[in-house]
Nanobody, 118 residues
Framework: VQLQASGGGLVQAGGSLRLSCAASGSISSINIMGWYRQAPGKQRELVASITSRSSTNYADSVKGRFTISRNNAKNTMYLQMDSLKPEDTAVYYC?????????????WGQGTQVTVSS
């Protein structure tokens, strides 16, 4: 199973970006998916998560600005990031709990850089 994250880039403060994370491989189903980020010198933190029934959870710092969604048929998750701030600059990683043959396994994507200039 592989998670491929894409969509990062350089944007000015106040701008928008849309991240995508596509899961591929031997997948029965995907339970929870999430976006994490890690800024230089800081610990990795949860940004947002979404269950297979589209129940969502957001970090306080991104509530009202970021929107997480997923397409279960395509095993793909998205993160729409609006009103970006310089403090959103980080490497963004996607994460998913994938069920294969009745067992759940956690997987990480490779990360995509988001840089917000002031």
């Amino acid at each position: 199973v592989q998670l491929q994250a894409s969509g990062g880039g350089l944007v000015q403060a106040g701008g928008s970006l849309r991240l995508s994370c596509a899961a591929s491989g031997s997948i029965s189903s995907i339970n929870i998916m999430g976006w994490y980020r890690q800024a230089p010198g800081k610990q990795r933190e949860l940004v947002a998560s979404i269950t297979s029934r589209s129940s969502t959870n957001y970090a306080d710092s991104v509530k009202g600005r970021f929107t997480i969604s997923r397409n279960n048929a395509k095993n793909t998750m998205y993160l729409q990031m609006d009103s970006l701030k310089p403090e959103d600059t980080a490497v963004y990683y996607c994460n998913a709990r994938v069920f294969r043959s009745g067992y759940g396994y956690w997987y990480w994507g490779q990360g995509t850089q988001v840089t917000v200039s002031s």
